[in-house]
């Protein structure tokens, strides 16, 4: 119903801002002065319009998809997806990463790695776009290694890697699946580096917790220098989110990314151990 309000209201707006555009001048500059204004301002109206028919088949188009959203069903959604998808052929980035989010969101990453090999035959780029999502899914199935292996690939010098926000996020992800896979010493290495220079607040503080509550029980001979990088990672994300409000309102920023939110039960425990 909120997409229905939205959509609504957008209509009654951009009418509203329409019938005010062309009655004000008439009112304000008298009606010469309006004919001469709308002959070099005329194309306003057509643009208007335009773009509120463009959202409106926009919603109109997707109108399910929002509705099965919004009730959050699911099982529906999928279903939905999946024809779009593998029956219709629509390999598009936006409906690949909602389709793979929501198989998280049922804990069926199986389904998520099927996903993943069919876009290898028929849009393999598209992988790319969900590297956070099709890596997860391998940590979830408990093919650690394996998981380490995509995410190495997409570090800076591996043969998939692409700049861009997620860049960060992917050598945590490394990181985590080198420790699950209890490649201890790799792991250590890589969140060391998050921890001296990342510049998220949330994985700086992830990398600092488990350098500090894991790294440095696992590897003893390493155990001062680990819990000395975890203090300075902890004091780095303490000048930027100075309190726990400001680490839980970055968290609520976040919540709506799958990849981020299935970290939950470690975010809450980084907080505590940053803020303590």
């Known amino acids: 119903m909120k997409f229905r309000v939205f959509i609504i209201f957008f209509n009654v707006f951009l009418v509203f801002f329409l019938a005010l555009v062309c009655i004000l001048p008439f009112a304000a500059l008298g009606r010469d002065l309006a004919l001469n204004f709308w002959k070099t301002n005329w194309y306003a109206v057509p643009l208007v319009l335009v773009?509120?028919?463009?959202?409106?088949?926009?919603?109109?188009?997707?109108?399910?998809?929002?509705?099965?959203?919004?009730?959050?069903?699911?099982?529906?959604?999928?279903?939905?997806?999946?024809?779009?998808?593998?029956?219709?052929?629509?390999?598009?980035?936006?409906?690949?990463?909602?389709?793979?989010?929501?198989?998280?969101?049922?804990?069926?990453?199986?389904?998520?790695?099927?996903?993943?090999?069919?876009?290898?035959?028929?849009?393999?780029?598209?992988?790319?776009?969900?590297?956070?999502?099709?890596?997860?899914?391998?940590?979830?199935?408990?093919?650690?290694?394996?998981?380490?292996?995509?995410?190495?690939?997409?570090?800076?010098?591996?043969?998939?890697?692409?700049?861009?926000?997620?860049?960060?996020?992917?050598r945590w992800y490394f990181g985590f699946s080198l420790l699950l896979a209890r490649n201890f010493a790799s792991a250590a290495d890589t969140f060391t580096i998050l921890a001296r220079e990342g510049r998220d607040g949330i994985l700086t503080g992830l990398s600092a917790y488990f350098l500090d509550d894991n790294l440095a029980r696992f590897l003893p001979r390493r155990s001062a220098e680990l819990r000395e990088t975890a203090a300075e990672g902890k004091e780095r994300v303490r000048q930027t989110l100075k309190r726990r409000i400001d680490w839980n309102r970055e968290l609520k920023r976040l919540e709506t990314e799958v990849y981020a939110a299935i970290l939950s039960s470690y975010t809450g425990k980084a907080g505590d151990f940053v803020y303590a």
């Open 51 to 170: 773009i509120l028919a463009a959202v409106d088949i926009y919603f109109a188009v997707n109108g399910r998809i929002f509705f099965l959203l919004e009730k959050e069903d699911w099982p529906a959604l999928v279903q939905l997806l999946e024809e779009k998808v593998f029956h219709r052929g629509r390999y598009t980035s936006r409906l690949v990463k909602l389709l793979a989010n929501t198989y998280l969101v049922l804990s069926d990453a199986g389904s998520v790695t099927e996903l993943e090999k069919k876009l290898a035959i028929n849009k393999s780029r598209l992988i790319g776009g969900s590297a956070l999502i099709f890596g997860a899914a391998r940590i979830l199935n408990k093919d650690h290694q394996g998981a380490a292996e995509f995410f190495s690939s997409r570090l800076p010098g591996g043969e998939n890697h692409k700049a861009g926000a997620q860049s960060e996020w992917i």
